[in-house]
């Protein structure tokens, strides 16, 4: 049993699911969710969140709205019933995809089409290819819709901003595991911190065995980044390379001796290791947001974008304000413990979502028990979790 890899598993599977389990524990989800019978929403317009979907799911919950008669938003209606812009019809809700996984175009397209309804979808816009065919065999980036799907669905989803690299990066000299064969890098990478080297960010995040790994945040929750010492890096890699790479991992002593062999530079050659400036967290902030709303005003010509979805919901005051400075008028967290859901007044740079499992809590004919919708939750969580637990014990 790898027990810091079981930890790591752990650490990231809380670090997932922590924001439902807080919601449900104390809350903070609007009361649809938790009463028996729901009062009519009344100018409350719910948020809701997928990732990559199955058509059995998104089929079942789109029948249910269209059967209780409710109306989808596009991020500018929604902006403009907060802002009192536009009345909020009394059963209108926001439906948000976020990443741009394929299935925004192979499932999700089709079935808005099929029942009338419109989303909008958060695009990592980076990592995004022109055309499918353009993108190399087996590639990571095949899983993620192109620009060219992206402007074929334009008629049912509304694209906006995810940031242009979803990254995440050092923020602590705290040390806590190194690249190794388990590792779990997720699609493209997007696990990995974004590393730099010679002063300029790789972002393909295809860090090699052996990368020193420090505690880490999203890149919008406005904390400012730990820049690792480069050499100590560059020395632990080159151990991993010398020692068989992926074979090195094999002794169960691997964490020692690469934590030993960082130490043994730090007693040479003395800490290079920083933090950026302030400055340069909010030019980091604002390199993503103009990248990111270039990209997609390029690719779909005359399309505004003006709302954006913090990856891992981590936004923070520093990213809202940077986004107000830049033109965004709508910023979309996940669950905050200052507001359950959005309503009129409410300030569209503070949109709260929860999980699109809740449409099914929405008042209405054919909603299911809160048990039920919970059940489901556990038994979808289940096997990534699993996964993880048995990597960990295959030593």
Same mark, same amino acid.
């Given at each position: 049993?790898?027990?810091?890899?079981?930890?790591?598993?752990?650490?990231?599977?809380?670090?997932?699911?922590?924001?439902?389990?807080?919601? #449900?524990?104390?809350?903070? /989800? !609007?009361?649809?969710?938790?009463?028996?019978?729901?009062?009519?929403? %009344?100018?409350?317009?719910?948020?809701?969140?997928?990732?990559?979907?199955?058509?059995?799911?998104?089929?079942? *919950?789109?029948?249910?709205?269209?059967?209780?008669?409710?109306? $989808?938003?596009?991020?500018?209606?929604? =902006?403009?019933?907060?802002?009192?812009?536009?009345?909020?019809?009394?059963?209108?809700?926001?439906?948000?995809?976020?990443?741009?996984?394929?299935?925004?175009?192979?499932?999700?397209?089709?079935?808005?089409?099929?029942?009338?309804?419109?989303?909008?979808? /958060? #695009?990592?816009?980076?990592?995004?290819?022109?055309?499918?065919?353009?993108? &190399? &065999?087996?590639?990571?980036?095949?899983?993620?819709?192109?620009?060219?799907?992206?402007?074929?669905?334009?008629?049912?989803?509304?694209?906006?901003?995810?940031?242009?690299?979803?990254?995440?990066? @050092?923020?602590? !000299?705290?040390?806590?595991?190194?690249?190794?064969?388990?590792?779990?890098?997720?699609?493209?990478?997007?696990?990995?911190?974004?590393?730099?080297?010679?002063?300029?960010? *790789?972002?393909?995040?295809?860090?090699?065995?052996? =990368?020193?790994? /420090?505690?880490?945040? &999203?890149? @919008?929750?406005?904390?400012?980044?730990?820049?690792?010492?480069?050499?100590?890096?560059?020395?632990?890699?080159?151990?991993?390379?010398?020692?068989?790479?992926?074979?090195?991992? %094999? *002794?169960?002593?691997?964490?020692?001796?690469?934590?030993?062999?960082?130490?043994?530079?730090?007693?040479?050659?003395?800490?290079?290791?920083? @933090?950026? +400036?302030?400055? +340069?967290?909010?030019?980091?902030?604002?390199?993503?947001?103009?990248?990111?709303?270039?990209?997609?005003?390029?690719?779909? !010509?005359?399309?505004?974008?003006?709302?954006?979805?913090?990856?891992?919901?981590?936004?923070?005051?520093?990213?809202?304000?940077?986004?107000?400075?830049?033109?965004? $008028?709508?910023?979309? @967290?996940?669950?905050?413990? *200052?507001?359950?859901?959005?309503?009129?007044?409410?300030?569209?740079?503070?949109?709260?979502?929860?999980? +699109?499992?809740?449409?099914?809590?929405?008042?209405?004919?054919?909603?299911?028990?809160?048990?039920?919708?919970?059940?489901?939750?556990?038994?979808?969580?289940?096997?990534?979790? #699993?996964?993880?637990?048995?990597?960990?014990?295959?030593?």
């Amino acid at each position: 049993m790898d027990f810091p890899e079981l930890a790591n598993r752990l650490r990231s599977s809380y670090r997932k699911n922590a924001a439902d389990i807080t919601a #449900l524990g104390c809350g903070l /989800y !609007p009361r649809f969710v938790f009463a028996r019978r729901p009062a009519e929403l %009344a100018g409350e317009i719910p948020v809701f969140h997928y990732h990559d979907v199955g058509a059995a799911d998104l089929e079942r *919950d789109l029948a249910f709205l269209a059967a209780n008669h409710y109306a $989808t938003l596009t991020s500018a209606e929604f =902006t403009q019933c907060l802002t009192g812009g536009a009345k909020a019809q009394d059963r209108a809700v926001l439906l948000t995809f976020d990443d741009g996984w394929r299935s925004l175009h192979t499932v999700a397209a089709p079935l808005l089409r099929r029942h009338g309804f419109k989303a909008t979808a /958060y #695009l990592i816009t980076g990592v995004m290819a022109p055309v499918r065919d353009a993108i &190399p &065999p087996g590639s990571d980036a095949g899983v993620f819709v192109t620009w060219e799907e992206a402007k074929a669905d334009r008629d049912v989803i509304d694209v906006q901003s995810h940031s242009h690299w979803h990254a995440r990066v @050092f923020v602590a !000299p705290r040390l806590i595991d190194f690249i190794h064969p388990r590792f779990d890098r997720h699609a493209l990478n997007l696990h990995v911190p974004v590393l730099q080297a010679g002063g300029r960010d *790789d972002f393909t995040r295809a860090a090699p065995l052996g =990368t020193p790994l /420090y505690a880490d945040a &999203p890149r @919008f929750a406005g904390r400012r980044r730990f820049l690792d010492d480069e050499a100590a890096r560059a020395r632990a890699v080159d151990l991993v390379t010398a020692r068989g790479g992926a074979a090195f991992f %094999a *002794d169960p002593d691997w964490r020692r001796i690469l934590h030993a062999e960082i130490r043994h530079h730090i007693a040479r050659h003395g800490r290079a290791e920083r @933090f950026e +400036s302030a400055a +340069s967290t909010s030019a980091a902030i604002d390199a993503e947001l103009v990248a990111s709303r270039a990209a997609i005003e390029r690719e779909l !010509p005359g399309h505004e974008v003006r709302s954006l979805c913090f990856p891992w919901f981590a936004g923070s005051e520093l990213a809202v304000a940077r986004a107000r400075a830049a033109g965004y $008028t709508s910023c979309c @967290f996940g669950v905050r413990p *200052d507001r359950r859901t959005n309503r009129t007044g409410d300030d569209p740079c503070s949109t709260v979502r929860l999980p +699109s499992d809740y449409i099914l809590r929405l008042p209405g004919r054919g909603r299911l028990p809160l048990a039920s919708v919970l059940a489901a939750i556990a038994r979808r969580s289940a096997p990534g979790f #699993l996964r993880g637990v048995r990597a960990a014990s295959a030593r």
